[in-house]
């Protein structure tokens, strides 16, 4: 029943038009930053260990463009529940989709890897409209059964294929030897059983995933990175593809898991605002200093 409700409720608002749900969004900031003062503690804490060279102006700068961005992202996802593939099509500009069509042209397959950065959200409905092959985006199940019913819902409508961590196997086994895309968020914070990898990542030691790594190396497919970037027109982003290993038995361990992370460093040095700050991404340590 309150999956029902909850699902009316989105449904509804999405059928708002971007000029109102932006309203919505001015004044979730005002609420979000202002009075409730959502996860500051995180949020400042992960840029001042992330920037130490900025001062505290800058910092909070980045934080509050941070904030100002967070609340855009809840009404665009609310969006996705009804957006038209022409207004997705119009929302994020693909800059180069010849680098994902060689590598289906020459009957590999790719596996895609982004970040929680831009809108990864919206970009699941681009990719889905982008190809016809098989499109796999591999998520990490939340709590809350009903949210990932309704959320799933939503980002399969324009034929992605929502693929729970535990069950790529199971398809990566099907789709052998055909082209298809199997799209990786890989800036997550694992459990320790499924990752005892630690790397510097913006300045601090980071357990970081390799399942990406270990997906590419046994099936020796391309990495190839999905770049979500903001425009400056609010509501616009941009789609830039970079392949960043085209064969993966080339490389030694943990070397593609390092390649891929140090770009998305790259990115988020360049304009630090658009990166998913209120994550308690460093939560996980060595366990002999945990």
């Not at 030897?177 to 601090?204: C, E, G, K, R, W």
Request: glycine share 4%; charged share 25%.
């Amino acid at each position: 029943m309150k999956k029902s409700i909850l699902h009316f409720i989105l449904q509804a608002m999405s059928r708002m038009p971007f000029w109102m749900l932006y309203g919505i969004s001015d004044v979730l900031y005002v609420l979000i930053y202002h009075v409730l003062g959502y996860r500051k503690k995180v949020v400042f804490k992960n840029l001042r260990n992330s920037f130490p060279e900025k001062s505290e102006a800058e910092i909070e700068q980045i934080a509050k463009e941070f904030y100002r961005y967070f609340p855009d992202i809840i009404v665009e996802v609310i969006k996705m529940f009804s957006i038209k593939p022409e207004q997705v099509k119009e929302r994020i500009e693909l800059l180069n989709p010849e680098e994902i069509y060689r590598h289906f042209d020459a009957g590999r397959a790719v596996i895609g890897v982004t970040a929680h950065y831009g809108n990864w959200e919206l970009g699941i409905h681009r990719l889905s409209l982008m190809t016809d092959y098989e499109r796999l985006v591999i998520y990490k199940p939340l709590n809350n059964n009903d949210i990932n019913q309704i959320y799933n819902g939503v980002r399969t409508r324009f034929g992605a294929t929502m693929v729970p961590m535990k069950q790529i196997l199971r398809h990566i086994v099907r789709l052998k030897n055909t082209p298809h895309i199997s799209m990786f968020v890989a800036d997550q914070t694992p459990l320790y059983q499924d990752s005892d990898y630690f790397m510097t990542f913006l300045n601090q030691e980071t357990l970081v995933y390799t399942g990406t790594e270990r997906i590419a190396k046994m099936t020796n497919n391309p990495v190839v990175f999905c770049h979500i970037g903001r425009k400056p027109k609010r509501g616009h982003y941009f789609c830039k593809f970079t392949t960043l290993v085209e064969t993966p038995s080339d490389y030694g361990d943990h070397e593609i898991t390092k390649i891929h992370n140090e770009f998305t460093e790259k990115i988020i040095r360049e304009q630090p605002p658009y990166w998913l700050w209120s994550h308690n991404r460093w939560k996980r340590q060595r366990k002999d200093k945990a």
